[in-house]
């Protein structure tokens, strides 16, 4: 139902009820919900394209933009290609950006993006598409700030489609979409598809370089180390 609707028939049940001043105190609390909901969780007609010529939706969460799918692009954004790498010990041994789809099917990509190394995601070329980046961690802490208690349900898809029960607290009112894409192992295997997803950060190592969703928990994680440099993480962008 929409903000104004939901306005309308709150007024008229004010004027239709005895007890006034009780349904006015709830007019004002509805209106504040509205408010707070309109001003941090405005989904809007704004889109990304990279140089692939995927597109993606976005939303606003507060002050920043979120694209709310995974990236999918198999080059940066000067048309240089990023390798696509399906053997282990080649995955494992990349000292440039790689990409791969979980478990090697391509058929994953359409629902959970493709998974890039660190490199990728850091390349001086831009993996994002044009006017936009990988967001730093202090951008994903902004997005936490906003979000306030259990960020992590909020963000999380709903539903047990693609994640794993118990998909804890997940409501995504965020209009984020997160989806449990696994990742895949500095060494080359896969895993935690349907468990939990993934995200770089431009952050290097000395704080936070990735943030993590989980089936069984609330919050948003985080993580980081030199030995995750070879790892392979779903990326969303931010809008510059």
């Given at each position: 139902m929409?903000a104004a609707?939901?306005m309308?028939?709150?007024?008229l049940?004010?004027?239709k ?8 105190r709830?007019l004002l609390v ?14 809007g ?5 990279d140089?692939?010529?995927n597109?993606?939706h976005a939303?606003?969460?507060?002050t920043?933009?979120?694209t709310i799918e995974?990236?999918?692009t198999?080059?940066y954004?000067?048309?240089d290609p990023?390798?696509?790498?399906t ?12 990409y791969c ?9 359409k629902?959970?993006g ?13 993996i994002a598409p044009e006017?936009?980046?990988?967001p ?8 936490i ?6 960020e ?5 898809e709903a539903g ?5 029960i118990p998909n ?7 209009r984020?979409?997160a ?6 192992l500095?060494h080359?295997?896969?895993s935690?598809?349907s468990?939990?997803?993934y995200?770089?950060t431009s952050t290097?190592?000395d704080s ?7 089936h069984?928990?609330s ?13 392979g ?6 809008k510059?």
């Open positions: 929409k609707t939901l309308i028939i709150l007024k049940s004010i004027m009820k005895e007890n006034g001043y009780l349904n006015f709830l509805v209106q504040g919900l509205i408010l707070i909901n309109s001003c941090e969780y405005e989904e007609p704004i889109t990304a394209t140089i692939d010529g597109v993606y939303v606003i969460i507060g920043q933009v979120w995974n990236l999918k198999t080059r954004r000067n048309g990023v390798s696509y790498v053997n282990n010990t080649e995955w494992s041994s990349l000292t440039e950006g790689g789809f979980y478990n090697n099917m391509e058929g994953n990509k629902t959970y493709s998974l890039y190394n660190w490199y990728a995601a850091n390349d001086s070329r831009n006017g936009w980046h990988v730093t961690d202090a951008e994903w802490q902004s997005l700030q906003t979000l306030g208690p259990l992590g349900g909020k963000l999380k047990f489609n693609h994640w794993a804890s607290y997940a409501n995504n009112t965020a984020f979409r989806l449990p894409g696994g990742y895949r500095s080359g295997s896969f935690d598809l468990y939990a997803g995200w770089w290097e190592f936070v370089d990735f943030r993590a969703l989980y069984n928990k919050s948003l994680g985080s993580k980081g180390g030199s030995d995750f440099r070879t790892a993480f779903s990326v969303r962008c931010i510059d």
